[in-house]
């Protein structure tokens, strides 16, 4: 299994550019999680999707974060316009159903850098 | 809302000697506890995880934890650390009825020669 994939793995741009991010669940797992990982904030949960429906977006930052699951192995992370107080790591996650539904597994993160 | 505290933000130990990494977590319902590791430049892997029955659990690498109701505490164990297990480590908590896993701010474990 090739695990959580997230693309790109470096990500840098200028203010007031759009930016998106992506990820592709491993196959089989119904929810997936989008976190933010900050040294002054620590990792803190962005949204997350059960069979490709948000379930909680209260961690989403502000009106400027948006994000998607168009379909089970899809899903993206959108900032329009980004700051440089957005630069961060981001990660996503994808757990399966069931019993295992709180084991998560993690992408290798994107990490993203607004001058 | 469910919430861990991990009490050091930091640990060196020398090698092959024992560590606990501290972990204590609040929520007024059952909840599930996790250990996850995380290694530079990489995503966060489970170390272990306690759910239900026997409160001590035993996870990869050698790892353990017990589970403490009355104390609210979930703290790691490793009785002879090494050099590879120089890492940041996050304990996490989320609700037995839900997704909304909340993770501590990190520990970060350096094991020295």
């Known amino acids: 299994d090739a695990g959580v994939i997230q693309s790109p793995r470096h990500e840098v741009t200028e203010m007031g550019q759009e930016v998106t991010l992506r990820c592709k669940p491993i196959?089989?797992?119904?929810?997936l999680f989008w976190y933010r990982q900050t040294m002054m904030r620590g990792l803190e949960l962005l949204i997350y999707?059960?069979?490709?429906?948000?379930?909680?977006d209260s961690g989403m930052p502000e009106d400027r974060f948006s994000a998607k699951m168009p379909n089970a192995s899809f899903s993206t992370l959108k900032i329009q316009p980004s700051e440089p107080r957005d630069s961060a790591v981001y990660f996503c996650?994808?757990?399966?159903?069931?019993?295992?539904?709180?084991?998560?597994?993690f992408g290798p993160g994107t990490r993203l850098t607004v001058t | 809302a469910q919430s861990v505290t991990q009490l050091d933000s930091q640990v060196p130990v020398f090698e092959e000697a024992p560590v606990e990494l501290r972990c204590n977590y609040s929520?007024?319902?059952?909840?599930?506890l996790f250990w996850y590791v995380q290694y530079p430049n990489q995503g966060l892997q489970l170390l272990l995880k306690?759910?239900?029955?026997?409160?001590l659990v035993k996870g990869i690498n050698g790892f353990e934890a017990e589970f403490n109701k009355s104390q609210t505490s979930f703290h790691l164990r490793k009785p002879s650390v090494h050099i590879s297990d120089t890492a940041e480590y996050f304990c996490?908590?989320?609700?037995?009825?839900?997704?909304?896993?909340?993770f501590g701010a990190g520990t970060r474990l350096t094991v020295k020669p």
């Open positions: 929520s007024s319902v059952s909840v599930y």
């Open positions: 999707f059960n069979n490709n429906v948000p379930i909680d």
């Open positions: 306690y759910l239900s029955g026997s409160t």
């Open positions: 996490a908590v989320t609700k037995y009825n839900n997704n909304d896993m909340r």
């Open positions: 196959s089989g797992h119904n929810s």
């Open positions: 996650a994808s757990s399966a159903g069931g019993f295992s539904r709180h084991e998560q597994y």
